[in-house]
Nanobody
Framework: QVHIVESGGGLVQPGGSLRLSCVVS????????MGWYRQGLGKERELVAS???????NYAYFVKGRFTMSRDNAKNTVYLQMNSLKPEDTAVYYC???????WGQGTQVTVSS
């Protein structure tokens, strides 16, 4: 059974930073493609960033240059370093095992002064 737990969300001022973490169990993590998604209030869930087993990353245009996704296979963990946060980044952020139906419960990120 796949188990995904996100953490690291919170309230931050515009221009600030947060680092999200996602610990995964129940899968062959090293070979799993992982993604961070987000869903704002009243909006559809959208892909923010993804990372392959080899560490290759892809980013949505609206976070490129501000967010960095990484992974630590020894800890079965992926991270999302978010810098220069904007109010429009406010959303629930979800960790997802790509090409599966496995999602975490989400962690709230609120960017506000």
């Amino acid at each position: 059974q796949v188990h995904i737990v996100e953490s690291g969300g919170g309230l931050v001022q515009p221009g600030g930073s947060l680092r999200l973490s996602c610990v995964v169990s129940g899968i062959f993590f090293e070979r799993s493609m992982m993604g961070w998604y987000r869903q704002g209030l009243g909006k559809e869930r959208e892909l923010v960033a993804s990372i392959g087993g080899g560490g290759d990353t892809n980013y949505a245009y609206f976070v490129k240059g501000r967010f960095t996704m990484s992974r630590d296979n020894a800890k079965n963990t992926v991270y999302l370093q978010m810098n220069s946060l904007k109010p429009e980044d406010t959303a629930v952020y979800y960790c997802h095992v790509l090409l599966s139906t496995s999602w975490g419960q989400g962690t709230q990120v609120t960017v506000s002064s």
